[in-house]
């Protein structure tokens, strides 16, 4: 069975820092999607990035940027010029490609200080 | 355009009771999946419903069941409530169960 970890239950970083949520997966397929999903306070999953495992090159949208070791099984992200509105639940997400369902890890909670 | 309408936002049940929870996925959308959200933790798959049939469940009991109509909206019965089954329940929608899922922000289930 598939499982992913992420290691830190709580981070915080200074307004316009850089912050790294670290994620692990464990997997014997080669063909899946790893993702990340902020949770606010309003609780709905909101997409922040997405990497498909067969791709080398690492994803970014705007601040946001992924660090995947496949072969370490790691995917990290870092966040850029971190913002207030960054404060939420982060949660990392494995999906096989023939499958219907995510598996979640159990989340990181990022505040921001101003 | 809507996302995803989950209802209702929040309810209080007593243990051994049970309870309906809905979902309408968003515009464009003919998958639905359920997801359980204990306090604290990470999201648990419970089913996913595709063309009004259970296309896949995760480890959870049959005291676990849903629905799919032909509008593709869904909805989630629990029978049998236990104080476990408190938590925040997420649905998620998407076309075919390709990515591009879209969640809603959940029904949040208190059992007493």
């Known amino acids: 069975a598939q499982t992913v970890t992420q290691s830190q239950p709580e981070m915080s970083v200074q307004e316009a820092e850089t912050v790294t949520l670290s994620c692990t997966y464990d997997t014997s397929e080669s063909d899946y999607y790893l993702f990340w999903y902020k949770q606010p306070p309003s609780r709905q999953m909101i997409l922040v990035i997405r990497?498909?495992?067969?791709?080398?090159q690492n994803a970014t949208e705007n601040r946001f940027s992924v660090n995947f070791q496949k072969a370490a099984k790691s995917f990290s992200l870092k966040i850029s010029d971190s913002q207030l509105g960054d404060a939420a639940m982060y949660f990392c997400a494995y999906k096989w490609n023939y499958g219907q369902n995510f598996v979640f890890g159990p989340g990181t909670r990022l505040s921001v200080l101003p | 355009d809507a996302g995803v309408t989950q209802s209702p936002t929040h309810l209080i049940k007593t243990r051994g009771q049970q309870v309906t929870l809905r979902c309408s996925p968003k515009?464009?959308?003919?998958?639905v999946s359920w997801y359980q959200q204990a306090l604290g933790q990470g999201p648990q798959f419970i089913f996913q419903y595709y063309e009004e049939e259970e296309r896949q469940r995760g480890n959870f009991p049959d005291r676990f069941s849903g629905h799919q109509f032909p509008n593709y909206s869904s909805e989630l019965n629990v029978n049998a409530l236990l104080l476990g089954d408190s938590a925040l329940y997420l649905c998620a929608s998407s076309f075919a169960g390709l990515s591009g899922y879209t969640f809603g922000s959940g029904t949040r289930l208190t059992v007493v």
């Open positions: 990497q498909e495992a067969y791709k080398q």
């Open positions: 515009s464009g959308h003919d998958t």
